[in-house]
């Protein structure tokens, strides 16, 4: 399986963006996924995961009620929606599940 992430982009501070990871194959539908975000000079930071299913999710602290995280099966595609961003958020925003990881999106929240 490949993940593909898209969407990251340079925005204001209190901005929103719609990240987006489309998996190369159909078992993407079976997997639970994770968004993960590593900032420059910072180790690796799990965001959000969502089940299989797409029915259940879990935040981190520091997004609850600003991110929110979505997936498509028949799409194969996971969505991360961020809002009130911050320059905390900026990173290159990963999705990865079973130890299989994209090639990133880079955020930045810069005036």
């Known amino acids: 399986v490949q993940l593909v992430e898209s969407g990251g982009d340079v925005v204001q501070p209190g901005g929103s963006l719609r990240l987006s990871c489309v998996g190369s194959?159909?078992?993407?539908?079976?997997?639970?996924i994770n968004w993960v975000r590593q900032a420059p000079g910072k180790g690796p930071q799990w965001v959000s995961a969502i089940n299989a299913a797409g029915d259940t999710s879990d935040y981190a602290d520091s997004v609850k009620g600003r991110f929110r995280i979505s997936r498509d099966n028949g799409k194969r595609t996971l969505y991360l929606d961020m809002e009130s961003l911050t320059s905390e958020d900026s990173g290159l925003y990963y999705c990865?599940?079973?130890?299989?990881w994209g090639q990133g999106t880079q955020v930045t929240v810069s005036l």
């Open positions: 194959e159909v078992s993407f539908r079976t997997y639970d």
């Open positions: 990865t599940f079973g130890g299989i």
